[in-house]
């Protein structure tokens, strides 16, 4: 690989962990938040249910063993993208600080990218990327019905893509896939509230078939903003 395309790919591999390190920081500090502002309503649990729509913003990375496997350049496939997130939770027990819930999300996202000025072909189709998972939870949470922090994760199902726009190339097939992360609910009214969720997306490997070429090991880094009902 010529020494540009090197310090390019390095580049993008600093970035990609300075954005975990901060989002991990900024994280920490809102869930570290909420079971102060609940103190006063600790004695009031968290209701049985609630329900997330949330809009995501997503670190897909940039795979060699993905990208090349499927004809493309590392540096000419989608890092990032958007998406949207839906969930629903039941919290069936509480002991002492820990309520104990179960539920599951369901997640899509793409991201789009062309062909870069150094790519083999710049005036070749633009690549898409696109993640569809979805996640059953075990979840642990603190705080109180106005507003509560939680760790969660599960095993689940998931499928990255990685395709031209101008092929019809058939999608990956779905594998398991582990999620694990957490995150809080502030409510500021009876029944509505804001929320976010960091939530990891780690995705077994595909061995190659007739049809389809072999997936790597990876883990997806999602970061979800929205709204929360119970």
Known sequence: MPMQLRIRALTAMSRSINRVVRMLGALSLLLGTVPLTASAQEDEPIGRFAVDAHGSF??????????????FMPFDTPGRGTGL???AHHYFFRWNVIT?????SFHTSRGDRPPSEFSPDPDGPVARKKLTAFSPQISFNFGGRNGWSYISGGMGTSRLSLYSLEINTPQQRFTR?????G???WFTSEHLA??????????????QTDDEPRSPRMTVMALSIGASFK
């Open 58 to 71: 997503v670190s897909f990375g940039q795979s060699q063993d993905l990208a090349i496997t499927r004809g």
């Open 85 to 87: 997130v839906v969930g």
């Open 100 to 104: 104990f819930g179960i539920g599951g």
């Open 177 to 181: 896939t582990l999620n694990y992360g």
């Open 183 to 185: 995150g809080a609910r």
């Open 194 to 207: 804001f929320s976010l969720d960091l939530r990891f997306y780690a995705i077994s490997p595909l061995e």
